[in-house]
């Protein structure tokens, strides 16, 4: 066995990059916030940020309310599998088994996916949290400037996953501003800006993703899907977690 621990471990390890990556395995954040969340400077804070971007972990995004923002996000997959790499690497027998089924909810969770107009990707996260999770949630997508479902986002469902969500309803998020979620989620940085109280409360969380609209061609769509299929499983997972 190599006598030299993995990097991840080196990485991780430190007291206040694992905080950060624990703040950002809930929801994305921007460095201001990261600060006040783990009480440090923020030159300290963007230092370990730079460390575990380097190491692959993390990622950062401009925002597209204001670019003079960033949001950063954790890359929970890689995580996942740098961590179980170095488990492997001390004994074989450590490397974790796949997870066997879908993680159940009881009771069931109600989430919200809310973007600026509901015609890309709050609706995809919508079908993939209910094609994924089942019985097991009630989810809902809304918008706070609804427009027409976009015909891409009808095609990358089709075409990806065999899901047909032509059939979705474009909604104003005032539909649901009185009802109680176990989590809401926006989709959209200028959507968070606005996004109003709702009883409870329930855990606000945000996944910092461009408008695939924007960039105005199909692949957008393709890797917006991509990037929520990939999150919507962690979800369901932080949804069935024991507190």
């Given at each position: 066995m190599?006598?030299?621990?993995?990097?991840?471990?080196?990485?991780?390890?430190?007291?206040?990059?694992?905080?950060?990556?624990?703040?950002?395995?809930?929801?994305?954040?921007?460095?201001?916030?990261?600060?006040?969340?783990?009480?440090?400077?923020?030159?300290?804070?963007?230092?370990?940020?730079?460390?575990?971007?380097?190491?692959?972990?993390?990622?950062?995004?401009?925002?597209?309310?204001?670019?003079?923002?960033?949001?950063?996000?954790?890359?929970?997959?890689?995580?996942?599998?740098?961590?179980?790499?170095?488990a492997a690497a001390l004994h074989p027998g450590l490397r974790p088994a796949p997870p066997l089924?879908?993680?159940?909810?009881?009771?069931?969770?109600?989430?919200?996916?809310?973007?600026?107009?509901?015609?890309?990707?709050?609706?995809?996260?919508?079908?993939?949290l209910r094609h994924c999770g089942g019985e097991a949630v009630e989810v809902f997508s809304a918008g706070s400037h609804p427009k027409r479902l976009h015909p891409d986002a009808v095609q990358v469902m089709r075409e990806r996953f065999d899901i047909d969500i032509s059939g979705q309803r474009v909604k104003h998020l005032s539909e649901f501003?009185?009802?109680?979620?176990?989590?809401?989620?926006?989709?959209?940085?200028?959507?968070?800006?606005?996004?109003?109280?709702?009883?409870?409360p329930p855990e606000l969380i945000h996944w910092s993703i461009p408008d695939p609209a924007a960039e105005g061609e199909y692949p957008a769509f393709e890797r917006t899907a991509a990037e929520l299929e990939t999150r919507v499983r962690f979800l369901l997972h932080h949804l069935s977690r024991e507190d």
């Open positions: 190599d006598a030299k621990p993995p990097d991840v471990l080196a990485l991780a390890g430190h007291e206040l990059r694992w905080r950060l990556l624990g703040e950002l395995a809930r929801s994305d954040r921007q460095v201001r916030e990261l600060t006040g969340l783990v009480g440090q400077p923020q030159s300290l804070v963007s230092y370990h940020l730079a460390r575990l971007r380097a190491g692959g972990l993390v990622a950062m995004r401009r925002s597209s309310a204001d670019r003079r923002d960033t949001y950063y996000r954790i890359d929970l997959a890689r995580c996942g599998d740098l961590l179980a790499d170095a089924r879908t993680p159940q909810v009881s009771p069931a969770a109600r989430v919200l996916f809310l973007c600026t107009g509901n015609s890309a990707r709050s609706q995809i996260a919508e079908a993939l501003t009185d009802q109680d979620f176990d989590a809401v989620i926006s989709l959209c940085d200028r959507v968070r800006e606005v996004c109003p109280d709702f009883p409870g």
